[in-house]
């Protein structure tokens, strides 16, 4: 597996449960040894001092339970070598901005599942780092604290810092990646834009047919896979394939009420990427997460 992610750049990192996403970023951050490879930032090999650099925020949260919010997040500001005042600023700086300035005092024990997360994300930025690993960090939220990270991501690549991370929350991944990676077993599949990544999936075409049975249009030209959903059938055609024969088969089968080409999103990406690999793939992103 290979990749890089450039300055300012947000990077989605997309697959299955075990694919290997959790892996990688442990690696980059030197929790594990990589069998193979390995990490540079700026062009040089990360060692302990470059890994200071970086804010991570790992999927099993790594917050003291016990200790206050304010205290734990200036101490960790401090083992990153910002000085006591200047991890004090930081920390009511990240926390007004997360919406958790109110709870300096409180054990992290005792906060909601959606402040602990906040509060993890604060973790991670608190000492003003130059890359961002994030792993699920949208897990738990509500929509409004999404809003929130979201905000705070681009406004952290705007400023020119990279941010890699991973979700099964694929809408999300769409909605704010420059470009995506894709991970099965242990391999980076597809990467780029979804857009540069939808040129290379083929196109969906959404036919209302009623009186079609299923598996009609599994014979015809051009056709990928196609699969019913309610009343429709969705048919993937390989790139470049004519849907006038897609469009005649289904007008052998009865009326044709509706017959429209439809903006392949990630998630059906996900899908066609995995797809001849079944194992990999046990239940789908929304039921992952």
Known sequence: MGFSVRPGELFGFVGANGAGKTTTMRIVLGVLAADSGEVRLDGRPVDAERRRRIGYMPEERGLYPRMAVGEQLRYLAELHGLSAGDARRSTERWTERLGVAGRLGDEVQKLSLG???????????????????????????????????????????????????????????????DRVGIVRDGALV???????????????????????????ADAVPGVVTSRTEGERTVVTLEPGADDQPLLHAALATGPVHGFSRRRTTLTELFRHTVADHPEAAPESPEEAA
Request: net charge negative; proline share 7%; charged share 20%.
């Open 115 to 177: 402040n602990q997360q906040r509060v993890q994300l604060a973790a991670a930025l608190v000492h003003e780092p130059d890359v961002l690993v994030l792993d699920e960090p949208f897990s738990g939220l509500d929509p409004v604290a999404v809003d929130v990270m979201s905000e705070v991501l681009r406004e952290r690549c705007a400023a020119g810092a990279p941010a890699v991370f991973s979700s099964h929350q694929l809408d999300l991944v769409e909605r704010l990646c």
């Open 190 to 216: 597809a990467e780029g834009t979804v857009d540069g990544l939808r040129a290379g999936a083929g196109t969906d075409v959404v036919v209302d047919a009623p009186q079609a049975r299923p598996g009609w």
